[in-house]
């Protein structure tokens, strides 16, 4: 079954320290992986696509198909960082991708 | 260029009444969909369809209909209200499946 597991509810660092926000999946073939932010009250907006292999807002991820986890990472935490965070991927509809399946996300806080 | 417009973006219904959540798009896209995020459960795909004409059932289907009768538009109706259906809702689109998605501002609704 495709799923999409994301281990913390909540995670709280101070400004300044690395963040790694925890992203495990099962699929069969070859996903295509994304991060979606939601700032409070606001609409999705897509953070990261593994495919592109782009950083954003400092932010990077890497798709390790060995343990099928595409954690996010930052190394100096900001305060405008600050959301709610979705790892997410495509349903596999008989080898082609269709909607995307979300974890339930992680609450991240950043402290001044 | 509006991207993902959704209407209204708050409502309030009491038990046993429907309504019409709108969804429209100006980029062309074939994917359109409908995802319920609730606190605890991440977002869940009610309904989706994959150009006009063409729709079938996510995850959380019931209660809800929708139809496709042109690319720009994808209507969400909720038939009955119950208050299981208090959440918010998000109307999202693709230009092809899991390719990502532009979502809406959100529609919060409330069946008391």
């Known amino acids: 079954a495709q799923r999409v597991t994301q281990p913390e509810k909540l995670l709280s660092v101070f400004k300044g320290a690395p963040v790694e926000l925890k992203c495990n999946y099962s699929?069969?073939?070859?996903?295509?992986l994304f991060w979606y932010v939601q700032y409070s009250r606001q609409r999705l907006q897509l953070l990261l696509r593994h495919i592109s292999r782009e950083s954003i807002k400092g932010f990077t991820a890497d798709l390790n198909k060995g343990e099928t986890s595409f954690h996010l990472k930052k190394p100096f935490a900001q305060e405008e960082d600050s959301a709610m965070y979705y790892c997410?991927?495509?349903?596999?509809?008989?080898?082609?991708?269709?909607?995307?399946?979300f974890g339930k996300g992680t609450k991240l806080s950043v402290k001044p | 260029n509006a991207g993902v417009t959704q209407t209204p973006k708050f409502q309030v219904l009491k038990t046993g009444q429907s309504m019409t959540l709108q969804c429209a798009q100006d980029?062309?896209?074939?994917?359109m969909s409908w995802y319920r995020q609730d606190p605890g459960m991440g977002l869940r795909l009610i309904h989706y369809?994959?150009?006009?004409?063409?729709?079938d059932q996510g995850e959380v289907p019931n209660g809800y209909n929708v139809s496709r009768s042109t690319t720009e538009d994808f209507p969400l109706r909720l038939l009955s209200a119950a208050p299981s259906q208090t959440s918010v809702y998000f109307c999202?689109?693709?230009?092809?499946?899991?390719?990502?998605?532009?979502f809406g501002s959100g529609t919060r609704l409330t069946v008391v």
């Open positions: 999202a689109s693709s230009p092809t499946g899991g390719k990502g998605y532009t």
């Open positions: 997410a991927l495509p349903r596999n509809y008989g080898g082609s991708q269709g909607n995307l399946i």
């Open positions: 699929y069969s073939g070859s996903p295509e």
């Open positions: 369809s994959v150009g006009a004409g063409i729709t």
């Open positions: 980029m062309n896209h074939e994917y």
